[in-house]
């Protein structure tokens, strides 16, 4: 069970093993879903429409964009900027799975509502992603730029990436972003929690009672419709959030096509509107449901499977 549940007091795993099943959930999800996660970030990033009928547009689809990255820049491309991003993922599943756990616990004990109401998940949810991107946001930051950049690189290691970005763009550039993401992420994984308990619930409804063996299936199932969900109502946001992650990196963009420059979110918004029209808003959107159903899928059942496996070790010890 993600969260805290009063009927399951039995499973009696610390808050520490928690933040070590959030962890690695991260950890072996980000390993697993890193290539579509640079193609999202390419499609997010690119002016010009996603289509091969536009002449000047670099990337127009998934295979196509898939081919041509490994053709220019090898396979390693897929995983640029790995290292921070999987500094991000450790560090955001930690304390967001604590945080969340916290959280709802702190709504049980005060009485105020029923830990497992779909409401409690969305604000937890919401609240216990915040926590996690203040802790880990200036790691995104990075995980973007090196995601982002050609050939020849701007960036040869994450060292020279923290001096250079420090050195020419001020201490403020590790929080370029924020506001956006901030406000994407509270929906965003509020959505996550909260209809992946709705729809473990519907599947419980709808599976018979032969099929409910499969626990693990289930999580996987559910976790995945959950970020599909999720990612499709608060798109948008997370688009602006990389074009304004980039800022002041034009110059590693050039060979990319066109590059714009934004003074803030709402100014964001508007270019984009105005140079793309309304379907730039959901540019990479393909990439990144396929990403959300396999990373949310993978998160959650990762993060159960360690949770199980953490009481049934304390379970054997008893």
Not at 171 to 181: A, D, H, I, R, S
Not at 210 to 230: H, M, P, Q, T, W
Not at 247 to 270: I, P, T
């Amino acid at each position: 069970m993600v969260g805290y549940d009063p009927r399951a007091d039995g499973r009696n795993i610390s808050n520490f093993e928690v933040a070590v099943a959030g962890s690695v959930s991260g950890l072996v999800t980000r390993a697993l879903i890193s290539p579509l996660d640079v193609i999202k970030i390419r499609f997010q990033l690119q002016i010009e429409r996603l289509s091969r009928r536009d002449p000047s547009a670099k990337y127009y689809g998934i295979l196509q964009a898939g081919r041509q990255i490994l053709q220019e820049e090898g396979p390693t491309a897929f995983w640029k900027g790995h290292i921070p991003a999987q500094l991000l993922s450790i560090g955001y599943g930690a304390v967001q799975f604590l945080s969340f756990e916290l959280l709802t616990e702190l709504v049980h004990r005060a009485s105020v509502r029923d830990a497992r109401d779909f409401s409690v998940h969305f604000v937890c949810g919401g609240l216990s992603a915040c926590v996690a991107t203040l802790a880990v946001h200036p790691v995104d930051v990075l995980r973007t730029r090196f995601a982002a950049q050609g050939e020849p690189r701007v960036y040869k290691t994450l060292r020279d990436a923290v001096m250079t970005m420090y050195r020419t763009e001020g201490p403020l550039v590790f929080y370029k972003g924020l506001n956006p993401t901030l406000i994407a992420i509270f929906p965003y994984a509020g959505f996550q929690f909260s209809f992946y308990s709705s729809l473990k619930h519907a599947y419980e409804w709808a599976v018979p009672s032969e099929g409910k063996k499969n626990g693990n299936f289930r999580n996987l199932l559910c976790g995945s419709g959950a970020g599909v969900i999720s990612k499709t109502l608060t798109y948008p946001l997370d688009l602006f959030k990389k074009r304004l992650q980039v800022g002041g990196f034009e110059q590693a963009r050039a060979s990319f096509g066109q590059v714009r420059r934004y003074k803030g979110l709402l100014d964001c918004a508007q270019q984009v509107l105005q140079e793309e029209g309304a379907q730039g808003f959901f540019k990479g959107l393909s990439p990144s449901l396929l990403k959300a159903a396999l990373s949310t899928g993978f998160v959650f059942f990762w993060y159960e499977l360690f949770c199980n496996l953490f009481h049934h070790m304390k379970k054997a010890d008893s």
